[in-house]
């Protein structure tokens, strides 16, 4: 028998029908022994996520505001979910017990506290959804993840889980046997006992640290979309279905544009090899999409092309740099000093541009940064672009394939787009072009027409 690792997100937890398919998917497969749960996020008749209002209560009270309103929210928002599913409004109260508790813990140390509050979503919902499932007479048991030792660094807000995690979780293997194991995502506990949550979205992360400790057959990611696309709808329309892709194309496609999965959730299960497979609660009958290891003979050269805007280059042109040993570290250093995180690095014979993402710019940074470069690499010419959209066609296919950029450079110039930069990776599974933002929709198109 296998044991498949089900992480439902906000979305297909959101609303009591949510809940009705949610159970429904839990039971057509035996192999699906351990639930992870996001809180309930937005729906048609609830305009807020759980977690904005319990941040919404945390800000409140860090302001010393009243309180009331997000949280009376929250509790009613339990009620309206489980309470029509016939869920005993004394289960429901229970698992609401300790949330007034938690909102007025002491607030000397905000981080601790906002954790504290905000995990009491995932926490909740987990709790009352096991009793649930028991109620409709399909064994389940919530377990807390301070007892079965998600342990995980004092970051609060970031928190990574630590190595001991893995060692812990894997005890709930035998645990999975006996019944569903209904587990809270997006939070552990550090060495101290404190709560500490992941980054927003950060439930699938706790999917993919349970996949991989419990050696799960598969990692099972449910949302509300039919998976990964070739190409953002947003941007193409009605994109073909990419059905299996390896972990490297989804991170390249994740780097820019397709933000399906949380971006840490991909290392644990990758270690072990772990098949994720993307589903849409409100369509069970699509496979999705399954990200694997390897790709299989026969599958397409390019699985997507993908693109994000919001990017900014500084250039700098110096007679001889090619000759100049140390250039290259003295100005990435620059930015690392800054606190500054770079994208793309391409170069020429006298000129480098270091491509970054300009949301990271404070106005005054652009100054000093140029000041830093004159000061420490005394270029000829410093120039700046603001603007810049990255596009990116990717695929494992691209190492053995001649051609493709020329093919993509083609379709480019025939639809008109002007090329600003392009970087091909080492590892040949992406290449990049820089273009003017302006020009996004009209690149993401004419590359998809010409490989798809
Ligand atoms: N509930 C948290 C959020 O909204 C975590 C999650 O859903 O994964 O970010």
């Known amino acids: 028998m296998g044991l498949i690792v089900s992480k439902f997100g906000g979305s297909s937890v959101a609303s009591s029908q949510k809940i009705k398919q949610t159970v429904e998917i839990v039971r057509l497969d035996p192999n699906r022994r351990c639930v992870v749960l996001s809180a309930p996020g937005k729906a048609p008749e609830f305009s807020v996520k759980v977690t904005d209002l319990l941040i919404d209560a945390v800000t409140k009270t860090l302001n010393r505001q009243d309180y009331a309103e997000p ?30 508790g938690r909102v007025k813990s002491p607030t000397n140390h905000p981080g601790k506290y906002r954790d504290l509050v905000v995990a009491a979503g995932e926490d909740i919902n987990c709790k009352i959804f096991a009793e649930y499932l028991n109620i409709l007479g399909v064994k389940a048991k919530y377990v807390c993840p301070k007892e079965a030792g998600l342990l995980v660094t004092p970051i609060f807000g970031d928190a990574q889980p630590l190595p001991e995690a893995s060692v812990n979780l894997a005890k709930l293997k035998g645990l999975c046997a006996e019944g569903i194991v209904v587990f809270p995502g997006f939070f552990g506990y550090t060495a101290d006992g404190d709560v500490a949550t992941f980054s927003r979205g950060g439930s699938d ?185 990255l596009v990116s066609v990717v695929g494992e296919g691209l190492v053995q394939k001649v051609g493709v950029l020329s093919q993509a450079t083609g379709a480019l110039s025939r639809a008109g787009v002007n090329i600003k930069l392009v970087n091909q990776g080492s590892s040949e599974i992406s290449m990049i072009f820089g273009i003017d933002a302006s020009d996004e929709s009209k690149a993401v198109n004419a590359l998809y027409k010409e490989f798809f």
């Open 71 to 100: 949280l009376r929210e929250v509790k009613a928002r339990f009620a309206a979910i489980y309470e029509p599913l016939g869920v005993p409004r004394g289960v429901i109260d229970g698992a609401l017990g300790d949330l007034e």
């Open 205 to 389: 992360l706790t999917g993919a640290i349970l996949a991989e400790a419990m050696d799960a057959t598969e990692y099972e990611n449910w949302t509300d979309v039919d998976g990964i696309f070739s190409a953002h709808p947003h941007m193409v329309d009605s994109p073909a279905q990419i059905t299996a892709l390896t972990y490297k194309e989804m991170r390249e496609l994740s780097y820019i544009g397709f933000n399906v999965l949380h971006e840490e959730a991909v290392r644990p299960v990758m270690r072990k090899k772990i098949p994720i497979r993307l589903r849409n609660t409100n369509n069970v009958d699509n496979k999705g999409t399954l990200i694997v290891s390897e790709r299989l003979p026969g599958e397409r050269d390019v699985v997507g092309v993908a693109s994000g805007g919001g990017y900014c280059s500084f250039t700098l042109q110096k007679f001889l740099m090619n000759r100049e040993k140390g250039f290259g570290r003295k100005l990435l250093s620059i930015f690392e000093d800054m606190g500054l995180s770079y994208e793309h690095c391409p170069s020429g014979v006298d000129n480098i541009s270091v491509i970054l993402d300009q949301d990271q710019l404070k106005p005054e940074t652009v100054n000093n940064i140029i000041r830093a470069m004159d000061e420490v690499l005394v270029p000829d010419e410093v120039k700046t672009e603001f603007g810049i959209a």
